[in-house]
């Protein structure tokens, strides 16, 4: 399977997601979560507030996914978006959020991770790009998220999601990074 059609698959099931009587079971929500439905930690980020705002971030999963598409396999895509929207899910719990709709948390957990990658290959931009992203998440930490969104949306821009998406996905990749270092410091010694 190609990262592409991953991509088709994901925007598809955001698609279905996006049907009221599905949303309704799948959408985080707080009291629901407490009372055991686990599954909306993860299937949150599947839904959204309304149409625009599911366009609007499958667009965005389209285009992060195709800037650091050199860092993928489908295997390890598959892997980060699953860890990330369950990052998501969970981190939602330290906000007051009663209610959650929408994958810009894991978008802005994969942009990170992406940078941190372009970073590692010595990509120009890469810095800037991270630059970018702090910036923006420490912005709406202060000053809340855009009132355009907001507008579009529906809602109130989660920025709690995004704070959580962004760490997360910067963790993973420091992670990540450290991991092979070691491997790579192990198989060093190994040969020696």
């Known amino acids: 399977m190609s990262i592409r059609t991953y991509l088709v698959i994901a925007i598809s099931l955001m698609f279905i997601a996006q049907w009221p009587s599905i949303q309704d079971w799948l959408a985080w929500d707080r009291n629901a979560i407490q009372d055991g439905e686990v599954w909306r930690i993860l299937t949150g980020n599947l839904t959204h507030t309304n149409w ?22 489908v295997r390890l895509y598959s892997y980060l978006l699953l860890v990330l929207a369950i990052s998501v899910g969970l ?27 372009d970073i590692q290959a010595k990509h120009k931009g890469g810095w800037l790009l991270l630059a970018g992203l702090i910036a923006k998440v420490s912005w709406e930490q202060v000053f809340g998220g855009s009132a355009s969104s907001e507008l579009l949306i529906g809602a109130r821009v989660a920025t709690e999601a995004h704070l959580s998406g962004a760490v997360s996905g910067l963790l993973f990749a420091g992670l990540a990074i450290f991991l092979n270092n070691n491997n790579e410091k192990k198989q060093r010694l190994s040969k020696k």
Request: aromatic share 16%; no cysteine.
């Open 52 to 73: 625009p705002h599911m366009i609007m971030n499958s667009l965005a999963l389209a285009i992060i996914s195709f800037i650091f598409r050199t860092h993928f396999s």
């Open 91 to 117: 981190g939602i719990f330290a906000s007051e959020i009663q209610w959650y709709a929408g994958l810009s948390g894991v978008l802005h957990g994969l942009f990170g991770w992406g940078a941190v990658k």
